[in-house]
């Protein structure tokens, strides 16, 4: 029999990576578009940046302390993709020099923070509709557990898009630029279809 720990573990891993519920995996997606494999380092560091915007609203949901509109955040998870995807192709087209992308690299760290405090919302609507009755005192373990398995989930979705960018810029010999906006594009576009669907239920 599994423990609380390992069946949290991997409810938060699976969430996050649920083709089904691709919505989460697209911001990732969308926030990697800019790096290659060897800023590997940078891209784990944004995944981390993003972990800790979403485990602050994700903790605060749970118990009690800010109030979840679901409607409301359903809707706003596109727009955090769309608005990452236009800032990629924006500030990518701006970065002439290594102090200008220094900067934006900096900037992208404020985004994922920011944004995954939307994400965090997000994730509280799924992990108390989870909770199991009767075990109310192992709540801060239920929290930690999901929140490791949402975090290696991640880090397994950030593996695969630099993998493939790999692909795509060393062997394809495809253009930085070039991948950028196919990435960049195709995020912007989904989230678009997902915003107008979800547009609906706010208004």
Same mark, same amino acid.
């Given at each position: ?109 404020? *985004?994922?923070?920011l &944004? ?6 997000? *994730?509280?609507? &799924? ?26 989930g ?49 208004l």
């Open positions: 029999m599994q423990s609380v720990f390992q069946t949290y573990l991997q409810l938060g891993f699976s969430h996050i990576s649920d083709l089904e519920g691709y919505d989460h995996i697209l911001f990732i997606v969308a926030l990697c578009a800019i790096y290659q494999l060897r800023e590997w380092k940078s891209v784990a560091l944004l995944a981390t940046a993003f972990t800790i915007g979403h485990s602050i609203t994700l903790a605060l949901a749970v118990l009690g302390v800010i109030p979840v509109n679901a409607a409301w955040i359903e809707f706003l998870i596109p727009v955090t993709i769309a608005l990452t995807a236009i800032y990629n192709v924006v500030a990518h087209r701006k970065a002439g020099s290594n102090r200008v992308w220094d900067r934006t690299m900096k900037v992208n760290y404020g *985004f994922a923070a &944004f995954g405090l939307i994400h965090g919302m997000g *994730f509280s609507n &799924f992990l108390r509709s989870s909770l199991m009755p009767g075990q109310e005192d192992q709540l801060v373990t239920q929290l930690l557990a999901f929140n490791i398995g949402v975090e290696l991640q880090l397994a979705i950030v593996a695969v898009v630099l993998a493939l960018s790999a692909v795509a810029l060393q062997l394809m010999r495809v253009r930085q630029r070039e991948w950028n906006l196919f990435i960049s594009g195709g995020a912007f576009g989904l989230a678009l279809v997902m915003a107008l669907e979800r547009v609906g239920a706010v």
